[in-house]
């Protein structure tokens, strides 16, 4: 995409911008952009660079401190992300951050289980002890779908605590999936060309047998019986989804993207409304891709019929949303060359002429904030549509133009964007990282 005399928008952008130093006061004006809003989401050009990590911590660590935000949501899958959110609220068994992580087994480990992630989630706990004993804690959860066999176990694993013979029949129902073992992808392909039937029915009826008990189950013990239950519930759901993505996975990416991000919006809707039943009004801080949390109707991609986290979340929420993008133009990052693949340390090439990375690279700031919301000189230039890179947890630099670039309008599709020039890659906790369970990779297929 040619772009011509961008001079004076570099000036444009360049008086816009808020440098970023280091000091204390770096995130002031974003925090003030985002002012009541109730959702915050947090994006990353990459699922591999340390800068992108390190930012989204401090900035939520400012917003739980400071505005009394009370739950982080991050692109996981909800079981996994759960086992962390019980370490940080002092319940469970593990003894350290290191262990709560431990669920993130498979490829991308490196995604959750690094050096960044680690600070943080030890921060979070450290955090929730200094409060009071009976008082809320600022929880950890995960929004995304793959984790069909982990949330049936998590489901029945429920039930045989409170009701085992409601536990048989779960097993019975959820029992259509264990032709296929663990091979979520296998089961997706013979259901949808009629080699077998579709368990839908099957894990929809799990769900409503579980719905209809909701008052029994969830009132047992207080609060501990109803996040319980809000736990065994969202595995329920998450089956449900899961299944029909699996099936959607053979019917074209649109279909089965816009059934991932729909699972994500509706996973964080109903965690809000959990965690509004305690009173108040839950402020929530997302953490995923640019690809998830920038609104798509302003790219290439929603043109195309794709829809995602940051389009449905303003569309629900409208101001109470503030979408917040990342971008780098050159540096390293961690990333695999091929699905399973080991982490590798990538050297990401400086962004392309005509990109959003090249113009905010000719700015000369090393880092900035660049407010977008509230228009301006700036603002009303970047509505023009120009190249954007997206890399996930693959990076292809050969062929960089094909698989990591698209077209988007910027200040349409964030509310502010954090550029970090020159970044370096997030740390793994593992130096390989490659599959270690037959469940499908995070952000399958679509890398983001």
């Known amino acids: 995409?040619?772009?011509?005399?961008?001079?004076?928008?570099?000036?444009?952008?360049?008086?816009?911008?808020?440098?970023?130093?280091?000091?204390?006061?770096?995130?002031?004006?974003?925090?003030?952009?985002?002012?009541?809003?109730?959702?915050?989401?947090?994006?990353?050009?990459?699922?591999?660079?340390?800068?992108?990590?390190?930012?989204?911590?401090?900035?939520?660590?400012?917003?739980?401190?400071?505005?009394?935000?009370?739950?982080?949501?991050?692109e996981a899958d909800w079981p996994d992300a759960y086992r962390v959110n019980c370490y940080v609220r002092g319940v469970g068994?593990?003894?350290?951050?290191?262990?709560?992580?431990?669920?993130?087994?498979?490829?991308?480990?490196?995604?959750?289980?690094?050096?960044?992630?680690?600070?943080?989630?030890?921060?979070?706990?450290?955090?929730?002890?200094?409060?009071?004993?009976?008082?809320?804690?600022?929880g950890f959860y995960g929004m995304d779908l793959y984790s069909l066999g982990a949330s049936i176990e998590a489901v029945v694993g429920y039930l045989e605590k409170v009701d085992p013979e409601a536990a048989q029949r779960a097993r019975a129902r959820y029992g259509c999936f264990e032709h296929f073992g663990e091979d979520p992808q296998a089961y997706g392909y013979a259901a949808t060309v009629g080699v077998t039937e579709s368990c839908e029915d099957e894990a929809v009826a799990q769900l409503v047998e579980l719905q209809r008990r909701a008052a029994e189950l969830a009132g047992r013990d207080g609060r501990v019986a109803e996040d319980e239950f809000f736990f065994a519930e969202q595995n329920?759901?998450?089956?449900?989804?899961?299944?029909?993505?699996?099936?959607?996975?053979?019917?074209?990416?649109?279909?089965?993207?816009?059934?991932?991000?729909?699972?994500?919006?509706?996973?964080?809707?109903?965690?809000?409304?959990?965690l509004d039943r305690r009173g108040g009004r839950t402020k929530v801080v997302v953490w995923a891709h640019n690809s998830?949390?920038?609104?798509?109707?302003?790219?290439?991609?929603g043109a195309a019929g794709e829809l995602n986290v940051g389009q449905l979340v303003r569309e629900r929420y409208g101001p109470d949303a503030a979408l917040i993008g990342f971008s780098t133009y050159t540096g390293t990052v961690t990333a695999a060359s091929d699905w399973d693949g080991p982490p590798e340390l990538k050297r990401v090439r400086p962004g392309l002429g005509g990109s959003?990375?090249?113009?905010?690279?000719?700015?000369?700031v090393p880092c900035f904030l660049l407010p977008l919301r509230d228009g301006g000189d700036a603002a009303e230039r970047l509505r023009e549509a120009r190249l954007e890179r997206a890399i996930g947890v693959i990076y292809r630099p050969e062929t960089e133009r094909l698989s990591h670039y698209f077209s988007a309008r910027l200040a349409d599709q964030f509310d502010a964007v954090l550029h970090f020039d020159e970044t370096r890659a997030v740390e793994p906790l593992e130096r390989s990282a490659g599959a270690e369970t037959d469940e499908l990779p995070e952000t399958f297929p679509s890398g983001v």
């Open 1 to 74: 995409m040619a772009v011509t005399n961008d001079a004076p928008l570099v000036d444009a952008v360049r008086g816009a911008a808020r440098p970023l130093t280091g000091a204390n006061n770096d995130y002031d004006s974003l925090l003030q952009l985002v002012g009541d809003a109730r959702f915050v989401l947090l994006g990353e050009a990459s699922h591999g660079t340390h800068e992108f990590y390190r930012a989204r911590a401090e900035i939520t660590r400012r917003l739980i401190v400071e505005h009394g935000f009370a739950a982080v949501v991050v």
């Open 93 to 138: 068994g593990d003894a350290t951050a290191d262990e709560a992580l431990g669920n993130f087994r498979r490829f991308p480990q490196w995604m959750w289980r690094n050096a960044d992630v680690l600070d943080f989630v030890g921060w979070l706990r450290h955090h929730n002890d200094r409060l009071p004993p009976d008082g809320p804690k600022v």
């Open 236 to 274: 329920a759901r998450l089956a449900i989804n899961a299944e029909r993505y699996y099936r959607a996975m053979f019917q074209g990416r649109v279909s089965s993207w816009n059934l991932r991000d729909e699972h994500m919006a509706e996973t964080l809707a109903a965690l809000v409304a959990h």
């Open 292 to 301: 998830h949390l920038g609104d798509a109707r302003a790219t290439e991609l």
């Open 356 to 364: 959003y990375e090249a113009l905010f690279h000719d700015v000369g």
